[in-house]
């Protein structure tokens, strides 16, 4: 490690973008290691400091503390998810028990704990502001919940149960990103596309020619369970075979097979969780979360989940009408799109056209942004980021003062997982005066040159989803980087994200951006009131697939430490836990098997999927609150600002929430939404 590592210091461009220029794979393990001794340094330092603990010299040097470890890291992850290589996977493979370890070595030092514990035992009397009183709260809960107050033995086992897991998650991340490569399909004529547009059929030749198969068509599989294409291809024995490879992702007797280190995850986890003194690791988990435990997630699930079966098997009726035969999983979008068609007059692929990912982009989400908050977007070819393909907007206030920096990687390759994501390149702060520098990642099929990208509605409910969640890191305005952005409770992070796709089909927002790339025209308004008229046309599907993984999640982490011993058959405890739950319906397969579920064995969302719909219930409440209040105005965007958007995880979640809302939320919003009343 040498001054000459991009990572040695601050960033001396602007918003403190990294200099991606500079940093190459070679400079990552040396940041890393230094990064580490240097905090480890910071710790110590904190630790020798004379007389008592006070919260500037224990609290406030902790926050300043790693920074070049952060750095490394926040530019490292991005990269290795977005942009992987055999070197970056093998660095991470290296780092990631490594950096366990270090974490362990900060939150289970029984000496800062005994610090930190002091001031919370008398945070009453030392006169703290309620940003830094929070703090200090987050510090002695998060080190609690991560094993600080226990025996040395105990937090012995523990530092080896969290590196092992991490080796284990790393690895789990790898399996479905190569599985999911592997598993392409290979379509031999251009006669088997049948029903795909021009542009779709144009990108799949293009992924096959990138792949060194010119002359032939390829299409590329997606993290979750089915595909796009099923909604319009007319072949159905191609169907069938990209839904059973979709569903069989790191499921094969292969050296990507995630069965064993699965198990192998429930077990530890387990284990650890009655280290904790729980029983289960789903409870150990919800404990710090806004549901506080896994009796009160279960009884918000079971309200939906008859319904929405329910809904989905009278759905299945009407599909099989229009198929004039039974309906199997690989036949569902394409014959939901003819009853679509034949119920409300929609034919969504005729909808492309209108949804041009530029515009979208600009005449959309920008404008709504602009409309709510009066923040302004100008696009930055000058910045050089991570991928040719990832491109920097700078930020503005409304007085033209700089906000931040946001990037966007829209399009799918062989490097990038699957799914759609926010990360944060550099998080807002005072303390370090930091701007935010956000990235939103997509996975949208990247057409052949010179051709225009045409989402579907899907993806672009996908691209104002995301951005939700960027503007939830570009607004924060919080002292302290721990408390930044979306550093909120992990069954609320959802919540702002999913908020800001409700402007998709306003009215004024609608139609400043979904036009005819060709032509100029607007989207026709009798489309747009069908779609609405259409809102919960398969909720009942959508709704069954989601609860299906949801449980799925916490059928694993709600496993006693025996009980996760027994466990040697992942597909029949999966399939008798979907049947428990009564959402066992084979037309509608879950979102996530198992094998292919990153967001729970690899992702952060361990007994925490749930949290998607748990915040959704604010969602829905607070969209009927924008309605009942005008909509897009800057006096409507100020308030969620500020009440909301801007304070981060700096006061309490729900909090923030009645600080907004006024109130409690309540269910009925959301089931009226998804048609389960």
């Known amino acids: 490690m040498t001054n000459a590592n991009p990572f040695a210091a ?17 400079h990552y393990l040396p940041a890393f290691y230094a990064g580490c001794e240097q905090q480890l340094a910071e710790v110590r330092a904190i630790l020798d400091t004379p007389g008592a603990a006070t919260f500037e010299n224990t609290i406030v040097a902790l926050e300043k503390s790693g920074q070049m470890l952060m750095r490394m890291l926040l530019v490292f992850f991005n990269k290795s998810s977005s942009d992987t290589s055999d070197a970056l996977d093998a660095i991470e493979e290296e780092i990631a028990p490594k950096l366990a370890a270090h974490q362990d070595a900060i939150n289970l030092n029984p000496v800062l704990f005994a610090r930190i514990k002091a001031l919370y035992d008398n945070r009453e009397s030392i006169g703290l502001n309620g940003e830094d009183s929070w703090l200090l709260e987050r510090y002695y809960k998060d080190l609690i919940h991560a094993g600080a107050h226990l025996t040395e033995s105990e937090r012995d086992r523990l530092k080896q149960l969290n590196e092992e897991l991490s080796k284990l998650e790393t690895q789990f991340s790898k399996n479905v990103l190569a599985d999911t490569n592997d598993l392409a399909v290979l379509v031999e004529t251009i ?6 547009s021009e542009n779709e059929i144009a990108s799949a030749a293009a992924a096959a020619k990138d792949r060194g198969v010119e002359g032939k068509w390829l ?7 089915g595909n796009p294409v099923l909604d319009s291809l007319t072949n159905r024995e191609l169907r069938k075979k990209i839904m059973q490879e979709s569903l069989v992702k790191a499921n094969r007797a292969n050296e990507n097979d995630n069965k064993p280190v699965l198990l192998q995850v429930v077990k530890l986890r387990a284990e650890r969780a009655r280290l ?3 029983e289960t690791h789903a409870e150990h988990v919800i404990a710090v979360q806004t549901a506080e435990n896994p009796e009160n997630v279960h009884a ?8 929405a079966v329910r809904n989905a098997k009278a759905e299945a009726e009407d599909l099989e009408k229009s198929a004039g035969s039974d309906i199997e999983s690989w036949d569902w979008g394409f014959y939901t799109e003819k009853v679509r068609l034949e119920k409300y007059n929609i034919d969504t692929s005729k909808m492309r056209p209108y949804f041009e990912l530029e515009s979208v982009l600009t005449n959309g989400i920008f404008f709504a942004a602009n409309k709510l908050f009066g923040i302004t977007f100008k696009e930055r070819p000058d910045l050089v980021t991570y991928h040719p393909e990832a491109r920097a907007f700078e930020v503005n206030n409304e007085d033209g003062s700089k906000l931040g920096l946001f990037i966007g990687d829209f399009y799918t390759r062989d490097s990038k997982r699957g799914g759609a994501w926010m990360n944060s390149l550099v998080d807002q702060n005072f303390l370090f005066n930091q701007l935010p520098v956000v990235v939103n990642n997509l996975n949208i099929p990247k057409p052949p040159a010179g051709k225009p990208t045409l989402l579907t509605y899907d993806e672009t409910t996908t691209l104002f989803h995301e951005f939700g969640h960027a ?4 607004l924060s305005q919080v002292k302290y980087p721990r408390v930044s952005g979306t550093s909120v409770q992990r069954d609320f992070v ?5 908020v800001n796709e409700m402007w998709i089909l306003w009215p004024e927002v609608v139609e400043n951006y979904a036009r005819h790339h060709e032509t100029g025209e607007k989207l026709p308004q009798e489309w747009i009131d069908n779609l609405k008229s259409a809102s919960t046309f398969n909720e009942g599907h959508a709704t069954t697939s989601y609860l299906a993984a949801a449980i799925l999640d916490l059928a694993w982490h709600s496993l006693t430490a025996e009980d996760a011993a027994k466990v040697n058959d992942v597909e029949s405890f999966e399939a008798q836990a979907i049947k428990d739950y009564g959402l066992d319906f084979a037309p509608v397969p879950t979102r996530y098997r198992s094998t292919y579920f990153s967001h729970i064995f690899a992702g952060g969302y361990s007994a925490g999927y749930y949290g998607y719909i748990w915040s959704e219930v604010l969602d829905a409440d607070t969209v009927d609150w924008f309605k009942e209040n005008g909509g897009l105005l800057r006096e409507n965007g100020e308030h969620f600002r500020n009440t909301l958007l801007g304070r981060g995880g700096s006061i309490d979640s729900m909090q923030m929430f009645r600080n907004f809302r006024g109130r409690d939320s309540k269910i009925e919003p959301l089931l009226k939404r998804r048609g389960l009343l």
């Open 10 to 26: 601050r960033s001396s461009l602007e918003f403190e973008l990294p200099p991606f220029a500079q940093i190459k794979e070679e």
């Open 191 to 196: 006669e088997e596309l049948d029903g795909l």
């Open 219 to 225: 299409i590329g599989m997606v993290n979750f369970s």
């Open 276 to 278: 904790f003194g729980n």
């Open 300 to 307: 918000m699930l079971r309200k939906i989940a008859p319904a």
């Open 471 to 474: 503007l939830h890191g570009l």
């Open 494 to 498: 959802e919540f702002p994200s999913q």
